[in-house]
């Protein structure tokens, strides 16, 4: 079982990257998949994610309107399209797995049970 995120690296204020996570040795579509960054000195967040029960999308508030998280079954790859970026957007960028159906409660990003992580991506954003 493996998630190996690629796409990281450093772009000006305003630039787009698009991070990759290719998952192997289970299929994506089973899963409920979650992509999270943290910067240094700060807490986890979890920015987006496609609940497997239905294929719902969720965006934290920082990242709406610029983020856009994507499946591809055939490939068995997440993709998390990334434009308009800040620099307050630098961070290491990880997907995980959990088995949850959903990936939110109430609205909001759900935390719990993920099990499996990549290694993580770094993005950096200059001003």
């Known amino acids: 079982v493996q998630l190996v995120e690629s796409g990281g690296g450093l772009v000006q204020a305003g630039g787009s990257l698009r991070l990759s996570c290719a998952a192997s040795?289970?299929?994506?579509?089973?899963?409920?998949i979650g992509w999270f960054r943290q910067a240094p000195g700060k807490e986890r967040e979890g920015v987006s994610c496609?609940?497997?029960?239905?294929?719902?999308?969720y965006y934290a508030d920082s990242v709406k309107g610029r983020f856009t998280v994507s499946r591809d079954n055939a490939q068995n790859t997440m993709y998390l399209q990334m434009i308009g970026l800040k620099p307050e957007d630098t961070a290491v960028y990880s997907c995980?797995?959990?088995?949850?159906?959903?990936?939110?409660?109430?609205?909001?990003?759900?935390?719990?049970?993920?099990?499996?992580w990549g290694q993580g991506t770094q993005v950096t954003v200059s001003s």
């Open positions: 496609i609940s497997r029960r239905d294929g719902n999308r």
């Open positions: 040795g289970f299929d994506l579509d089973d899963y409920t």
């Open positions: 995980a797995r959990t088995i949850e159906l959903d990936c939110t409660r109430s609205g909001t990003f759900y935390y719990s049970q993920y099990d499996f």
